[in-house]
């Protein structure tokens, strides 16, 4: 029967060398046995070496391909990635509350893994405060974390309390990504926040290798995978943990510098 197999939806970049964006997305939804569709945002140009141009689509184009999915598509979950200004974000904001594709996992991709803000001001602003709002789990990295709570994380009370400012912010569930940009740490913790007000920590190895291009990106697309299968935000978190570690701790050789995690890795191991 038509549409009963569980689909996801990213609403993300194209990054052009496959690492990361909505390339990561979907390798990451194939991976967890779900049929991925897409919404493209914008493209970049770019590969292991860097990023040297990116051009946002026409927001009257990225509106067609909302309609076009709602349409013919039963989208049971969903995740956001890259939304480089206000115009974009506000666009993405209207569609989804015009049409019903699941719950909503929101990567805020505010600053680079290394903290470098990768938003202007009003475009942050925005997701701040009318994005994230609609979000059932975000996602940010341990930069993007301090950033949001407006305060320094240092210890792991710090990392709890600046969950609870996340969660103040109108998000349900909270995947606050621990630091790891140590190269001396052999742990990374992530703390979890659930709407129930239930919390726990996940610890994973920490793998000192520049093959990490597109964890965030699969995280999130992980957990919006998982749900879209059907199952509770607190599984979805556990299996991303599980998943991402695997794909980080399998290197694959790709590109001369900095290369992608291997998606291929975990189907073996969870």
Same mark, same amino acid.
């Given at each position: 029967?038509?549409? $009963?197999?569980? =689909?996801?939806?990213?609403?993300?970049?194209?990054?052009?060398?496959?690492?990361? +964006?909505?390339?990561?997305?979907?390798?990451? /939804?194939?991976?967890?046995?779900?049929?991925?569709?897409?919404?493209? *945002?914008?493209?970049?140009?770019?590969?292991?070496?860097?990023?040297?141009?990116?051009?946002?689509?026409?927001?009257?184009?990225?509106? =067609?391909?909302?309609? %076009?999915?709602?349409? %013919?598509?039963?989208?049971?979950?969903?995740?956001?990635?890259?939304?480089? @200004?206000?115009?974009?974000?506000?666009?993405?904001?209207?569609?989804?509350?015009?049409?019903?594709?699941?719950?909503?996992? #929101? @990567?805020? #991709?505010?600053? *680079?893994?290394?903290?470098?803000?990768?938003?202007?001001?009003?475009?942050?602003?925005?997701?701040?405060?009318?994005? !994230?709002?609609?979000? *059932?789990?975000?996602?940010?990295?341990?930069?993007?974390? =301090?950033?949001?709570?407006?305060?320094?994380?240092?210890?792991?009370?710090?990392?709890?309390?600046?969950?609870?400012?996340?969660?103040?912010?109108?998000?349900?569930? !909270? #995947?606050?990504?621990?630091?790891?940009?140590?190269?001396?740490?052999?742990?990374?913790?992530?703390?979890?926040?659930? $709407?129930?007000?239930?919390?726990? &920590?996940?610890?994973?190895?920490?793998? @000192?290798?520049?093959?990490?291009? +597109?964890?965030?990106?699969?995280?999130?697309?992980?957990?919006?995978?998982?749900?879209?299968?059907?199952?509770?935000?607190?599984?979805?978190?556990? #299996?991303?943990?599980?998943?991402?570690?695997?794909?980080?701790?399998? $290197?694959? =050789?790709?590109?001369?510098? /900095?290369?992608?995690?291997?998606? &291929?890795?975990?189907?073996?191991?969870?």
């Amino acid at each position: 029967m038509a549409n $009963e197999f569980p =689909q996801a939806l990213t609403i993300a970049g194209s990054d052009s060398d496959g690492s990361a +964006g909505m390339q990561a997305d979907l390798h990451t /939804f194939f991976r967890r046995h779900v049929y991925g569709t897409s919404v493209l *945002t914008a493209c970049v140009a770019g590969n292991s070496y860097g990023i040297h141009d990116s051009v946002n689509l026409p927001t009257t184009f990225i509106d =067609q391909e909302f309609k %076009d999915l709602a349409d %013919d598509y039963h989208i049971r979950a969903s995740k956001t990635g890259m939304l480089s @200004d206000s115009d974009l974000i506000r666009t993405v904001i209207k569609n989804y509350k015009k049409y019903d594709f699941g719950p909503l996992v #929101v @990567d805020p #991709v505010i600053t *680079t893994k290394h903290g470098n803000m990768l938003l202007e001001q009003s475009a942050y602003q925005t997701l701040r405060d009318e994005l !994230i709002p609609m979000a *059932t789990v975000i996602t940010p990295n341990f930069f993007e974390a =301090q950033k949001l709570a407006e305060m320094d994380i240092e210890t792991s009370v710090d990392m709890e309390t600046a969950a609870r400012k996340l969660k103040a912010l109108g998000a349900k569930n !909270i #995947v606050l990504k621990g630091s790891h940009h140590d190269p001396n740490q052999t742990k990374v913790s992530d703390y979890i926040l659930l $709407e129930s007000g239930k919390s726990f &920590w996940l610890t994973g190895d920490f793998f @000192d290798t520049d093959r990490k291009n +597109g964890t965030g990106d699969s995280l999130s697309a992980c957990i919006a995978a998982e749900l879209a299968k059907g199952n509770s935000v607190e599984d979805a978190c556990r #299996v991303a943990k599980k998943f991402v570690d695997a794909a980080i701790k399998s $290197e694959i =050789q790709v590109g001369h510098k /900095f290369g992608p995690i291997n998606h &291929w890795a975990p189907a073996d191991e969870l």
